[in-house]
């Protein structure tokens, strides 16, 4: 989509250090869109497409929220870089390739000096290698340069597009390094010894370079600035898949290696970071949604961000963090994340649904079969976790969210956006708000964790049963929304029990969840696949019926790929396997625009009217949940139903072969593995290796004519 934005590199002079004139009215927040992400939590690296690291915007290297580097540019006297080869598919490495035109052998029109560019980043730092190579007769001198340079700043201030202070380089051996108060950054040339000129921020190399005698340049970036937390080990997942349709295999293969590059680590725990580069930290709600969606290629994933979520659980009211007892975070960061109307605290429960999902994702661990005494350990934060969501539905009788410090989050759901939550009409809704997905959480939560309660042998959170089963008989009466079209269930309940009356991808947070009738599960399916929501690249975040709808509106209109692929699941669940395929070849068609790797949003055009959605231009990428989400889909698209306690495979004969044929490996039961297909035709198969205790039972097959 981007690639006519790297045709050369031209060189520049740098007698000064770039200026920045504020302007009139509010700072823009930097764009993300055309930038290539190179990742490995804690730290991630962004350039321009053509691998170039250019002060401005947000572009930079990044550990713990502050930028290190935000200039990084290759040159050489006497001739500009075009660029012939971009790759920046992979997560934490990048390579590019450039021919100098204007040096080197000039009797032929053909290009004889080559520089190939790899790039990594690690939990050591940044490692750059530059290979020069000549195909002319003779040597040529080429002189090399890198042109860097840091401000240290913070990425709050980044986000909001403010730029601060340079900060001078210093040299040190074969290198330069920048220091302030955050720590030190340094960057030297391993073996070799190039002139260092601090004040340009400039190493220079002035190197020979004869036919097949390739000269190498091998450049580390390091940094004392400390992480919050740790890089994650390689999970060393074998899931892989092979489909007809090779988008869908380069979309999965893209998103798997996108979510080890966000692996963090807190101990020996391992989850995941939300995104790059606003949210590369430990989320409640983010970071617990891709765990479930991963739980059936790793449960311990889903139990290593639980003990972690677990052992920062709320103990104490503090209405400054809006800490409760029993209560799971919102986000951590080192420090206060001042984003001018708002001011986050480093350890901040601003969130409504993180708590019922802590349960959920502990549920669906157990299920795809996690270590049992693990789970085990996990039940007293998921009983404080329980206790929580029963004693916040009182007096309302509704879990319900408000932001009373006035600096927090407006609205406390997924669509944490101020205007996230609206009525038909557009007016949007006053807090305290009581979200339709948070209900059917919690009564997923108090359903499923009961039962986990009760299979390990532990006391029941007295009055649960009967908590969770009027729950759901009032949220039949309370949510429903008649209209002319059959109705629907409204997004929330504002301050005084009004339905908030819009249709929007909310609904799709339901299905799976019991908490509707089979009638109200019909109706939802049906909405779901309305071409108001439903856009032909993923589910609208709002009907394109709305007021306020915007194609581009963060929660208002766009297409989030997790939000669609909860929907999928739920869609699935209650065997709506076509419509759950349709809405999942949206994200394939989707993914084609972003290079395979879906952003955390973009654009809610319908696939009627263009060949690719927009994208919206602050979206992280890579982002946990929306790299996760296609594997959630084809998992659910098999219907295959685990049962860890008698080791059984449940599926149907038969599901949809709306995406072709593929096949999916590595998926675990209990610690072992085994593959799942789904043939062209709908019919589901599963593959056991030699030696598994797994047995396999089909559900009645579909007849032939309603398939």
């Known amino acids: 989509m981007f690639s006519d934005k790297i045709s050369s590199v031209t060189e520049v002079t740098h007698d000064a250090e770039p200026t920045t004139t504020p302007l009139a009215g ?27 690291l250019r002060s401005g915007g947000v572009s930079g290297w990044y550990v713990a929220d502050t930028r290190l580097l935000d200039r990084w540019e290759l040159s050489v006297a006497g001739s500009d870089l075009d660029v012939v080869r971009a ?30 560019r790899h790039r990594r980043l690690d939990a050591d730092g940044l490692h750059e290698e530059l290979t020069i190579e000549s195909a002319g007769a003779a040597p040529v001198d080429v002189e090399l340069r890198i042109d860097l340079g840091s401000d240290l700043a913070a990425m709050p201030e980044i986000k909001q597009g403010r730029v601060g202070p340079r900060v001078r380089a210093s040299s040190v051996a074969e290198g330069l390094e920048w220091a302030s108060d ?30 097949g005698s390739p000269v190498t340049v091998v450049l580390r970036a390091t940094t004392s600035v400390a992480p919050l937390f740790g890089g994650g080990r390689p999970a060393g997942w074998s899931t892989d898949l092979d489909a007809d349709d090779v988008r869908l295999t380069r979309l999965v293969r893209q998103g798997l290696a996108d979510l080890e590059g966000l692996l963090l680590r807190d101990g020996d725990d391992r989850f995941l970071a939300a995104g790059s580069p606003w949210f590369l930290t430990l989320f409640g709600r983010d970071s617990l949604w891709a765990a479930r969606m991963l739980a059936p290629i790793d449960p311990d994933l889903a139990l290593s961000t639980l003990r972690t979520l677990a052992r920062r659980q709320g103990s104490a009211d503090d209405p400054a963090t809006e800490e409760q007892p ?48 693990q ?77 986990l309660l009760a299979e390990l042998g532990e006391e029941p959170v007295p009055g649960l049963e009967e908590w969770a089963a009027d729950l759901r008989s009032r949220f039949a009466r309370d949510f429903w929304v008649d209209d002319a079209d059959g109705g629907h269930v409204a997004v929330a309940l504002d301050r005084h029990g009004v339905r908030v009356d819009s249709v929007a991808s909310n609904l799709g947070h339901l299905l799976d969840t019991g908490i509707l009738d089979p009638d109200g599960a019909r109706r939802v399916a049906g909405l779901l696949g309305d071409e108001r929501l439903d856009s032909g690249f993923g589910l609208r975040t709002l009907s394109a019926a709305s007021p ?33 395929a349709g809405l999942a070849a949206g994200l394939v068609r989707a993914a084609e625009t972003f290079d395979d790797r879906l952003p955390e949003l973009y654009g809610g055009d319908s696939a009627s009217d263009v060949d690719s959605p927009s994208a919206y231009p602050a979206a992280c990428r890579p982002q946990a949940w929306s790299a996760a989400g296609p594997i959630a889909c084809l998992v659910a698209l098999t219907g295959v139903r685990p049962d860890a306690r008698s080791l059984v495979l449940r599926h149907p004969a038969r599901t949809t072969g709306r995406l072709g044929a593929w096949t999916l490996r590595g998926l675990r039961l209990g610690g072992q593995s085994f593959d799942v297909a789904v043939a062209s035709d709908g019919r589901v198969s599963v593959t056991l290796p ?7 039972e089909v559900d009645d097959p579909v007849p032939s004519d309603q398939g």
């Open 87 to 116: 790759d920046h598919r992979g997560a934490d490495r990048h390579s590019f390739s450039y021919v100098a035109r204007s040096i080197g052998d000039l009797t032929t029109a053909d290009p004889t000096v080559r520089i190939d």
């Open 182 to 211: 955050e720590g030190v950054v340094r960057v030297v040339a391993d073996g070799s010894d190039p002139d260092v000129s601090p004040g340009d921020g400039r190493l220079t190399w002035r190197l020979s370079v004869g036919r």
């Open 375 to 451: 789970v085990r350990e996990l039940v007293p934060a998921a009983r404080r976790c329980l206790e929580w969501v029963v004693a916040q539905s009182s007096p309302s009788g509704w879990l319900t969210y408000i932001d009373r410090t006035g600096e927090g989050l407006a609205n406390q759901g997924w669509k944490d956006s101020h205007d996230g939550i609206q009525f038909a009409d557009g007016r949007l809704a006053e807090p305290p708000i009581s979200l339709s997905e948070v209900q059917a959480y919690a009564y997923d939560a108090g359903v499923r964790g009961g039962a």
């Open 326 to 373: 029993g209560k799971i975070l919102h986000e951590v960061r080192k420090q206060v994340l001042d984003l001018g109307g708002q001011r986050l605290p480093p350890l901040y429960y601003g969130t409504v649904d993180a708590t019922p999902l802590f349960v959920c994702t502990l549920a669906d661990a157990h299920a795809w079969g996690a270590d049992r005494e």
């Open 26 to 52: 509010p700072a823009l927040q930097p764009l993300l869109h055309d930038l290539a992400s190179c990742v490995a939590a804690p730290g991630v690296l962004l350039t321009s497409l053509d691998g170039q």
């Open 690 to 696: 030699p030696g598994s205790t797994l047995r396999v």
């Open 548 to 580: 306020r709808f915007s194609r581009l509106s963060y929660h208002g209109g766009s297409v989030w790929p997790h939000d669609t692929a909860i929907a999928v699941r739920g869609l699935a669940s209650v065997g709506r396997y076509d419509d759950a």
